[in-house]
């Protein structure tokens, strides 16, 4: 878990000493402002898709552009959602990601990447208190590994008041890893409602 955070701080440091030493691009320094708000459901890839309506959340990044166009970058998220069923969860995730403008400013998007998320119990824990009983425990949560994979359709707008608003849906599939004993691999889709906006 410390490797995984050292490398996506040296991932996002490397990007920034980049941009500020090469020239090729000088609007890719300005990095955009990403919101989504995410419905998530714990479930197989493309199955049920209306129980993911059942619990929202919410993500906050940016991107960082490999190239001219800007349709071939690096993410960094940070979102929370909430699951009544399986707890709740706070994540960090990096996503390597390809948009290729199709037809006037539409086109799809691809996107795959590490991150891993702190999930808290949906119930309250319990622990020993030594005297034989059980008591009430702080509800840490649990850390775990996750892999992101998405596909969504996004539009490429014009900007309106010097600034750029970019709206896109995305379905998104996360593989937790370390869920409990009993599931090694915990699969949870999103439904991701949201934009970029570039000032």
Known sequence: MKKLILFLMFLVGYQVWAQ????FNQRSKKLPLIISFNFNSLATPFHKLGNNFRNGGVRIGTELPYNRKGNLF?????????????????????ELGYRPNVFKGFGPEFRLGPGFANI?????????????????????????????????????????????????LQYEVVGVAGYNKSIPVLPTTFIHLGSRFKF
Do not use: M
């Open 20 to 23: 500020e030493t090469t020239s």
């Open 74 to 94: 690096q993410t960094i998220n940070i979102g929370y959602y909430r699951n009544r069923l399986n707890g709740d969860g706070i994540y960090l995730n990096s």
């Open 120 to 168: 808290y119990l949906p119930t309250k824990p319990l622990e020993p208190d030594g005297k034989g009983n059980w008591q009430r425990a702080i509800n840490k949560g649990k850390t775990a590994f996750q892999v992101h994979g998405s596909v969504g359709i996004q539009y490429q707008s014009r900007k309106l008041d010097h600034i750029q608003c970019s709206p896109f």
